[in-house]
């Protein structure tokens, strides 16, 4: 099967950005079930008259699921090839994320080198910033990704179609 496999770790450029072609609206039910599975008794996200109380006047969608959307939104980008994420840091939050709101990401490549211990791989440093329809930033990070070099990544395969499965 043929089509995009991500980019390898010679692919990526210090200095180059990266406007990820996925967004993505946050559903009330997306909110709720990232809270209640991440045990986040935070009444915040899930409870319409408590929020109604704070600032906002309505419930924040869970921050831990923004950051968790931002970085999927990247990976088509970024990590489709990664052998592992190392870490993130720097995570700032500078504005809020509510049901309905689309989330959009954009990437800038700080570094690349090749790994001291894993002659397969390198390692990418970036930092991305998610931000939402109005053009506000809702989510910064920097994320080290190891990246396989190509020819070094797991194979992709795909069974071959027989002709009742076929398209056309």
Same mark, same amino acid.
């Given at each position: 099967?043929?089509?995009?496999?991500?980019?390898?770790?010679?692919?990526?450029? @210090?200095?180059?950005?990266?406007? #990820?072609?996925?967004?993505?609206?946050?559903?009330?039910?997306?909110? #709720?079930?990232?809270?209640?599975?991440?045990?986040? /008794?935070?009444?915040? #996200?899930?409870? $319409?008259?408590?929020?109604?109380?704070?600032?906002?006047?309505? *419930?924040?969608?869970?921050?831990?699921?923004?950051?968790?959307?931002?970085?999927?939104?990247?990976?088509?980008?970024? /990590?489709?090839?990664?052998? @592992?994420?190392?870490?993130?840091? /720097?995570? %700032?939050? *500078?504005? =809020?994320?509510?049901?309905? $709101?689309?989330?959009?990401?954009?990437? %800038?490549?700080?570094?690349?080198? %090749? /790994?001291?211990?894993? =002659?397969?791989?390198?390692?990418?440093?970036?930092?991305?910033?998610?931000?939402?329809? $109005?053009?506000? =930033?809702?989510?910064?990070?920097?994320?080290?990704?190891?990246?396989?070099?190509?020819?070094?990544? *797991?194979?992709?395969?795909? *069974?071959?179609?027989?002709?009742?499965?076929?398209?056309?």
């Amino acid at each position: 099967m043929t089509g995009w496999q991500g980019r390898y770790f010679e692919d990526f450029a @210090a200095g180059e950005q990266i406007e #990820h072609g996925w967004a993505r609206t946050v559903t009330e039910n997306d909110n #709720h079930q990232f809270t209640l599975l991440t045990c986040n /008794s935070n009444m915040t #996200h899930t409870n $319409d008259v408590f929020a109604a109380e704070t600032e906002f006047g309505k *419930p924040l969608v869970n921050s831990t699921f923004t950051l968790a959307l931002v970085s999927g939104l990247t990976v088509r980008d970024i /990590s489709e090839n990664a052998m @592992a994420n190392l870490g993130w840091e /720097s995570v %700032e939050i *500078p504005g =809020p994320v509510f049901v309905g $709101d689309t989330i959009y990401a954009t990437t %800038e490549v700080l570094e690349c080198r %090749e /790994s001291r211990s894993r =002659p397969e791989v390198g390692i990418i440093r970036v930092r991305t910033v998610g931000y939402k329809q $109005d053009g506000n =930033p809702v989510m910064r990070f920097v994320r080290t990704v190891m990246v396989f070099k190509r020819g070094f990544g *797991p194979r992709r395969t795909w *069974p071959k179609l027989n002709d009742a499965a076929s398209v056309g």
